[in-house]
């Protein structure tokens, strides 16, 4: 996983999901758009966030955020309690 790099704006943040309210579209293999990057941000608990392509798998927690490149093949799955939230930059 890369670092988010220089000169990016933020320019959309989702609302804080928990283990009912993640949208079913993250635990499924997706990617962002050309040129959109993503910050996974987890306030409470563990998020494993997996890139199939590489077989990467990466362990969220609070203070140690997730960064997607863009259109990079990825999902997440929830242990147990969970809450984060996503922050998109171009």
Known sequence: MRALPRGLTAYHRT???????????LLR??????GVWGV??????????TVPD???????SPGL???IEP???H???????VSFCIEFWK
């Open 75 to 81: 999902f997440v799955t929830p242990s147990g309690p």
């Open 15 to 25: 609302p804080i999901f928990d283990a009912d309210t993640i949208p079913k579209a």
């Open 40 to 49: 996974l941000t987890v306030t409470s608990g563990h998020l494993l966030l």
């Open 65 to 67: 955020p997730g960064v």
């Open 54 to 60: 590489t077989q990467e798998q990466i362990e969220l």
């Open 29 to 34: 293999a997706h990617a962002t758009k050309a």
């Open 71 to 73: 259109e990079v093949v």
